[in-house]
Every structure is written in structure tokens, then in C-alpha cells.
């Protein structure tokens, strides 16, 4: 079974791109309760879930997810993401993406994804790296934690205004 123990989140959405203002959660087993007042990251922390396992993003633009350079008052910001889990087949995984957002010279945002990486730390302790240069980061996940992207994406990651589906009425 797969378990997460912590998450690592910093310049994405609300939480800042400084050293100090990095989140850091840790998963307590069997269960995570993630609470707290509005604007306080909940949801920066769901949607991070959600890009480092499936590449979802929110709205679909990485613009939107990475940290505001406005309110940041920085000429780049640098966004990272950091997940640390047991895999299905028991080994110790940490999963790194990283983002940034520059304003170009004629006043035009540009954000893009940097190298990502997986890092799998066998049973005998052997490491293994894996790169986004030589392989689909996503689909090495997806393998890792064992469950489609699908899944993940509408029914664990669900935001919460579409999470009544079940109970709606059915569409004509």
C-alpha cells in the first residue's frame, strides 16, 4: 500500500518562494486531516498533491499555479514541489518537480516546468534516480503509486464544488 509521509511546498499558489515561507506537511497514518481558514493554503496543498501525481493543473495554466511575482516583488520566483512516500512495492520514493515564473522584457509572464526528478531508495538501499529528460515523469509515478491518474485526479484530488456529482441530478 502506498502511504505519503511528508509534502514539501514552496512558490505555488498562495505559499511564498522564499526559504522561510516553504510548507511542509507530514502524512500521519491512517489519516490527514487538513483544516484550517479560508486562504490559509489548504487548497495550494490539494493542487500540489494533484500536479506533482497527475500534471493537473488548476485552471490548466501553470501561470495561475506558480507564485505571483507581484505580490512576491521578485523578477523570478521559483516553485517547488516535493513529495516523500512509500511506493505499492514498498520502496521510499521522493518525487521533485520544479516550476518558475520571469516577466520577459516587454512585460510578458513566462512561466515553465523545470527538470523533474524521481528519486526510488530500494529495500538494500540502492538508489535509483530517475529524470524527466529520459523518462515520463508522470507515467513513472502513476506506476509508483499504482492508481490512474484518473482516480486521482476526479476522485481523490476532486475540488470541493464538484464533489457533489454523486448526488446531483441526472443530466438530460
Do not use: Y
Not at 530517475?130 to 484530488?157: H, R, T
Amino acid at each position: 500500500m502506498v502511504l505519503l509521509h511528508q509534502l514539501m511546498v514552496r512558490g505555488v499558489r498562495s505559499v511564498g518562494c522564499s526559504e522561510e515561507e516553504t510548507q511542509v506537511i507530514r502524512f500521519l497514518d491512517p489519516l490527514t486531516i487538513i483544516s484550517g481558514p479560508n486562504g490559509s493554503g489548504k487548497t495550494s496543498l490539494i493542487e500540489a498533491l494533484n500536479f506533482i501525481t497527475t500534471g493537473a493543473l488548476p485552471s490548466g495554466k501553470l501561470a495561475s499555479f506558480v507564485h505571483s511575482l507581484e505580490v512576491s516583488r521578485k523578477a523570478r520566483v521559483d516553485g517547488m514541489i516535493k513529495l516523500q512516500f512509500t511506493d505499492c512495492k514498498g520502496r521510499l520514493c521522493v518525487a521533485t518537480k520544479r516550476v518558475n515564473a520571469t516577466m520577459s522584457k516587454v512585460g510578458k509572464l513566462q512561466c515553465k516546468s523545470d527538470e523533474f526528478n524521481i528519486q526510488i531508495t530500494t529495500s538494500d538501499g540502492q538508489v535509483r534516480s530517475l529524470s524527466s529528460k529520459v523518462a515520463d515523469f508522470q507515467k513513472e509515478i502513476i506506476n509508483l503509486i499504482g492508481v490512474p491518474a484518473a482516480i486521482l485526479d476526479n476522485v481523490i484530488f476532486c475540488h470541493q464544488e464538484e464533489s457533489d456529482w454523486p448526488l446531483s441530478e441526472p443530466k438530460n
